[in-house]
Protein backbone atom coordinates (compact mmCIF):
# COMPACT_ATOMS: atom_id res chain seq x y z
CA UNK A 1 0.00 0.00 0.00
CA UNK A 2 1.64 3.44 -1.11
CA UNK A 3 2.36 5.82 1.80
CA UNK A 4 0.14 9.29 1.87
CA UNK A 5 2.60 12.09 0.22
CA UNK A 6 3.58 15.07 2.29
CA UNK A 7 4.11 18.70 0.54
CA UNK A 8 6.89 20.55 2.52
CA UNK A 9 7.22 23.95 2.18
CA UNK A 10 10.43 25.21 0.21
CA UNK A 11 12.77 28.05 0.40
CA UNK A 12 16.09 29.19 -1.28
CA UNK A 13 18.73 30.55 -0.88
CA UNK A 14 21.29 32.67 -3.48
CA UNK A 15 24.23 33.49 -1.46
CA UNK A 16 27.52 32.55 -1.02
CA UNK A 17 29.61 29.22 0.31
CA UNK A 18 31.41 30.05 3.47
CA UNK A 19 33.98 26.91 3.58
CA UNK A 20 33.83 26.64 8.22
CA UNK A 21 29.70 26.03 7.65
CA UNK A 22 28.84 29.04 10.25
CA UNK A 23 27.61 31.90 7.72
CA UNK A 24 26.16 32.00 4.27
CA UNK A 25 24.35 28.77 2.47
CA UNK A 26 25.26 26.54 5.23
CA UNK A 27 24.03 29.07 7.88
CA UNK A 28 20.21 29.03 6.19
CA UNK A 29 20.04 25.55 4.77
CA UNK A 30 20.65 24.72 8.70
CA UNK A 31 18.49 27.66 9.39
CA UNK A 32 15.69 26.09 7.32
CA UNK A 33 16.09 22.46 8.41
CA UNK A 34 15.89 23.51 11.88
CA UNK A 35 12.41 25.28 10.86
CA UNK A 36 10.94 22.35 9.26
CA UNK A 37 11.52 24.02 5.39
CA UNK A 38 13.44 22.22 2.92
CA UNK A 39 16.14 24.70 1.83
CA UNK A 40 17.52 24.64 -1.94
CA UNK A 41 20.26 26.78 -2.64
CA UNK A 42 21.95 28.70 -5.40
CA UNK A 43 25.54 29.64 -4.92
CA UNK A 44 26.63 32.92 -6.06
CA UNK A 45 30.73 32.83 -4.62
CA UNK A 46 33.33 30.47 -2.79
CA UNK A 47 34.92 31.83 0.06
CA UNK A 48 37.86 30.02 1.80
CA UNK A 49 36.96 31.36 5.24
CA UNK A 50 36.88 30.03 8.85
CA UNK A 51 36.40 31.70 11.92
CA UNK A 52 38.95 33.62 11.77
CA UNK A 53 38.58 35.55 8.65
CA UNK A 54 38.06 35.67 4.82
CA UNK A 55 41.58 34.40 2.66
CA UNK A 56 40.29 33.86 -0.47
CA UNK A 57 36.84 34.65 -3.02
CA UNK A 58 36.22 33.08 -6.13
CA UNK A 59 33.13 34.45 -7.72
CA UNK A 60 30.74 32.12 -9.91
CA UNK A 61 29.90 33.72 -13.10
CA UNK A 62 26.89 35.52 -13.93
CA UNK A 63 25.29 32.95 -16.55
CA UNK A 64 26.01 29.87 -14.36
CA UNK A 65 24.19 31.45 -11.73
CA UNK A 66 21.04 32.29 -13.34
CA UNK A 67 21.19 28.57 -14.83
CA UNK A 68 21.09 27.51 -11.57
CA UNK A 69 17.99 30.00 -10.73
CA UNK A 70 16.43 28.51 -13.49
CA UNK A 71 17.02 24.90 -12.75
CA UNK A 72 15.51 25.46 -9.42
CA UNK A 73 12.63 27.50 -10.41
CA UNK A 74 11.34 25.34 -13.15
CA UNK A 75 11.39 22.29 -10.51
CA UNK A 76 10.39 23.50 -7.27
CA UNK A 77 7.49 25.03 -5.96
CA UNK A 78 9.68 27.99 -3.77
CA UNK A 79 7.12 29.63 -1.11
CA UNK A 80 9.97 32.38 -0.07
CA UNK A 81 13.69 33.29 -1.31
CA UNK A 82 16.28 35.31 0.67
CA UNK A 83 20.17 36.83 -0.69
CA UNK A 84 22.96 36.89 0.70
CA UNK A 85 26.42 37.46 -0.40
CA UNK A 86 26.80 38.76 -3.66
CA UNK A 87 30.11 39.99 -4.30
CA UNK A 88 30.14 42.37 -6.80
CA UNK A 89 27.99 44.10 -9.34
CA UNK A 90 28.07 41.46 -12.33
CA UNK A 91 26.64 39.37 -9.56
CA UNK A 92 23.98 41.66 -8.20
CA UNK A 93 22.84 42.43 -11.88
CA UNK A 94 22.25 38.76 -12.59
CA UNK A 95 20.41 37.77 -9.51
CA UNK A 96 18.17 40.54 -9.65
CA UNK A 97 17.11 39.65 -13.51
CA UNK A 98 17.33 36.12 -12.32
CA UNK A 99 14.41 36.84 -9.35
CA UNK A 100 12.57 39.12 -11.57
CA UNK A 101 12.66 36.83 -14.73
CA UNK A 102 11.04 33.71 -12.55
CA UNK A 103 8.95 35.96 -10.55
CA UNK A 104 10.62 34.80 -7.21
CA UNK A 105 8.71 35.91 -4.15
CA UNK A 106 8.66 37.37 -1.20
CA UNK A 107 12.06 38.42 -1.05
CA UNK A 108 14.37 38.52 1.88
CA UNK A 109 17.74 40.75 1.07
CA UNK A 110 20.49 40.63 3.39
CA UNK A 111 22.65 43.14 1.87
CA UNK A 112 25.88 41.47 3.00
CA UNK A 113 28.77 43.92 2.58
CA UNK A 114 31.48 42.85 5.59
CA UNK A 115 31.59 39.37 7.45
CA UNK A 116 32.03 39.02 10.94
CA UNK A 117 35.92 38.85 10.74
CA UNK A 118 35.82 42.32 9.48
CA UNK A 119 36.72 41.02 5.60
CA UNK A 120 34.93 43.19 2.94
CA UNK A 121 31.97 40.79 0.87
CA UNK A 122 30.48 43.20 -1.22
CA UNK A 123 32.75 45.65 -3.75
CA UNK A 124 32.33 49.07 -3.47
CA UNK A 125 30.53 49.56 -7.01
CA UNK A 126 27.84 46.91 -6.10
CA UNK A 127 26.10 49.10 -3.63
CA UNK A 128 24.53 51.00 -6.08
CA UNK A 129 23.62 47.97 -7.96
CA UNK A 130 21.81 46.62 -4.52
CA UNK A 131 20.26 49.89 -4.12
CA UNK A 132 18.75 50.05 -7.64
CA UNK A 133 18.40 46.21 -8.54
CA UNK A 134 17.56 44.17 -5.61
CA UNK A 135 15.75 46.80 -3.12
CA UNK A 136 12.75 47.50 -4.98
CA UNK A 137 11.90 43.51 -5.34
CA UNK A 138 12.06 43.15 -1.59
CA UNK A 139 9.77 42.14 0.58
CA UNK A 140 11.90 43.23 3.48
CA UNK A 141 15.50 44.37 3.80
CA UNK A 142 17.54 43.42 6.93
CA UNK A 143 20.83 45.50 7.17
CA UNK A 144 22.65 46.16 10.20
CA UNK A 145 23.77 49.56 11.58
CA UNK A 146 27.08 49.62 9.01
CA UNK A 147 25.20 48.14 6.04
CA UNK A 148 22.38 50.32 6.49
CA UNK A 149 24.73 53.60 6.80
CA UNK A 150 26.20 52.47 3.94
CA UNK A 151 23.03 52.21 1.93
CA UNK A 152 22.08 55.36 2.73
CA UNK A 153 25.46 57.51 2.58
CA UNK A 154 24.40 58.65 6.15
CA UNK A 155 27.22 58.24 9.64
CA UNK A 156 26.11 54.73 11.82
CA UNK A 157 23.06 55.30 13.58
CA UNK A 158 23.80 56.19 17.17
CA UNK A 159 20.35 55.86 18.59
CA UNK A 160 16.99 53.98 17.81
CA UNK A 161 15.42 57.83 16.41
CA UNK A 162 18.37 57.59 14.16
CA UNK A 163 18.14 53.60 13.34
CA UNK A 164 14.59 54.49 12.60
CA UNK A 165 15.09 57.26 10.57
CA UNK A 166 17.84 55.43 8.19
CA UNK A 167 15.01 52.36 8.10
CA UNK A 168 12.66 55.10 6.28
CA UNK A 169 15.27 56.24 3.70
CA UNK A 170 16.18 52.90 2.86
CA UNK A 171 12.36 52.27 2.22
CA UNK A 172 12.33 55.32 -0.21
CA UNK A 173 14.53 53.24 -2.50
CA UNK A 174 12.20 50.54 -3.18
CA UNK A 175 11.26 47.59 -1.01
CA UNK A 176 8.02 46.93 1.10
CA UNK A 177 9.48 47.13 4.85
CA UNK A 178 13.53 47.31 6.37
CA UNK A 179 14.33 45.09 9.33
CA UNK A 180 17.54 47.82 10.41
CA UNK A 181 19.69 45.04 13.17
CA UNK A 182 20.57 46.84 16.17
CA UNK A 183 22.82 43.84 17.08
CA UNK A 184 25.74 46.26 16.41
CA UNK A 185 25.15 48.73 18.67
CA UNK A 186 25.63 49.54 22.48
CA UNK A 187 23.34 48.91 25.24
CA UNK A 188 21.71 46.36 27.62
CA UNK A 189 19.05 45.10 25.05
CA UNK A 190 19.40 44.95 21.43
CA UNK A 191 16.67 47.04 19.45
CA UNK A 192 15.75 46.35 16.02
CA UNK A 193 13.65 48.65 14.13
CA UNK A 194 10.87 47.21 11.53
CA UNK A 195 9.64 49.92 8.97
CA UNK A 196 7.11 49.76 6.57
CA UNK A 197 4.63 51.70 4.58
CA UNK A 198 2.12 50.00 5.64
CA UNK A 199 1.93 50.41 9.35
CA UNK A 200 4.05 52.30 12.63
CA UNK A 201 7.70 51.82 13.18
CA UNK A 202 7.91 48.35 15.35
CA UNK A 203 10.61 48.31 17.85
CA UNK A 204 11.76 45.05 18.84
CA UNK A 205 13.61 44.44 21.72
CA UNK A 206 16.24 41.66 23.25
CA UNK A 207 18.70 41.38 26.34
CA UNK A 208 22.13 41.47 24.48
CA UNK A 209 24.30 37.68 25.09
CA UNK A 210 27.89 38.54 25.88
CA UNK A 211 29.44 36.19 23.43
CA UNK A 212 32.17 36.29 20.70
CA UNK A 213 30.23 33.50 19.08
CA UNK A 214 28.28 35.29 16.79
CA UNK A 215 29.37 33.76 13.15
CA UNK A 216 26.58 34.02 10.77
CA UNK A 217 23.92 36.13 12.79
CA UNK A 218 23.05 38.08 9.75
CA UNK A 219 22.29 35.12 7.48
CA UNK A 220 20.70 33.14 10.16
CA UNK A 221 18.46 36.06 10.70
CA UNK A 222 17.24 36.42 7.21
CA UNK A 223 16.57 32.94 6.37
CA UNK A 224 14.70 32.60 9.06
CA UNK A 225 12.83 35.64 8.39
CA UNK A 226 12.28 33.23 4.75
CA UNK A 227 11.69 30.41 6.56
CA UNK A 228 8.44 32.00 8.34
CA UNK A 229 7.56 33.65 5.35
CA UNK A 230 7.29 29.82 3.46
CA UNK A 231 5.16 28.77 6.13
CA UNK A 232 2.82 31.44 5.63
CA UNK A 233 3.38 33.77 8.77
CA UNK A 234 2.63 37.81 7.97
CA UNK A 235 5.99 39.55 7.92
CA UNK A 236 5.91 41.12 11.14
CA UNK A 237 5.23 37.82 12.75
CA UNK A 238 8.00 36.02 10.47
CA UNK A 239 10.35 39.06 12.24
CA UNK A 240 9.27 38.47 15.62
CA UNK A 241 9.58 35.00 15.23
CA UNK A 242 13.16 35.11 13.26
CA UNK A 243 14.47 37.21 16.32
CA UNK A 244 13.21 34.63 18.89
CA UNK A 245 14.97 32.23 16.69
CA UNK A 246 18.19 34.21 16.60
CA UNK A 247 18.40 34.96 19.88
CA UNK A 248 18.14 31.39 21.38
CA UNK A 249 20.93 30.35 18.76
CA UNK A 250 23.27 32.90 20.25
CA UNK A 251 22.53 31.78 23.97
CA UNK A 252 22.67 28.16 22.81
CA UNK A 253 25.84 28.99 20.68
CA UNK A 254 28.01 30.96 23.39
CA UNK A 255 28.76 27.75 24.87
CA UNK A 256 29.96 26.07 21.52
CA UNK A 257 33.83 25.70 21.02
CA UNK A 258 34.50 25.66 16.57
CA UNK A 259 37.81 27.35 15.94
CA UNK A 260 39.86 29.52 17.46
CA UNK A 261 37.87 33.02 16.43
CA UNK A 262 33.90 34.42 16.27
CA UNK A 263 32.38 30.98 16.33
CA UNK A 264 29.10 30.41 15.03
CA UNK A 265 25.74 30.41 16.69
CA UNK A 266 24.17 26.98 17.54
CA UNK A 267 21.51 26.81 14.37
CA UNK A 268 21.00 23.46 15.46
CA UNK A 269 20.31 23.74 19.36
CA UNK A 270 16.93 22.74 19.49
CA UNK A 271 17.46 19.64 17.39
CA UNK A 272 20.34 18.94 19.91
CA UNK A 273 18.42 18.76 22.56
CA UNK A 274 15.97 16.18 21.25
CA UNK A 275 17.76 12.95 21.70
CA UNK A 276 18.14 10.87 17.88
CA UNK A 277 15.89 8.41 16.50
CA UNK A 278 18.10 6.80 14.92
Known sequence: MARPTERVRTALTIAGSD????AGIQ???????ALGIYGASVLTALT???TQGVSGVFAIPGDFIAQQVAAVAADLDIRAIKTGMLGDRATVEAVAAAIARHKLCPLVVDPVMVATSGDPLLAPDAIDAVRR???PLAAVVTPNLDEAARLTGLPRARSVAEVEA???SILAM????VLVKGGHGE???VVDVLVSAASPPLHLSAPRID???THGTGCTLSAAVAAFLALGQPLDEAVRRAKAFVWQALRHGAALQVGHGNGPVDHLYAIRRTPSAI
Do not use: E
Open 27 to 33: ADLKTFT
Open 187 to 189: GDD
Open 174 to 177: GPKS
Open 211 to 213: TRN
Open 133 to 135: LML
Open 48 to 50: AQN
Open 19 to 22: SSGG
Open 166 to 168: QGL
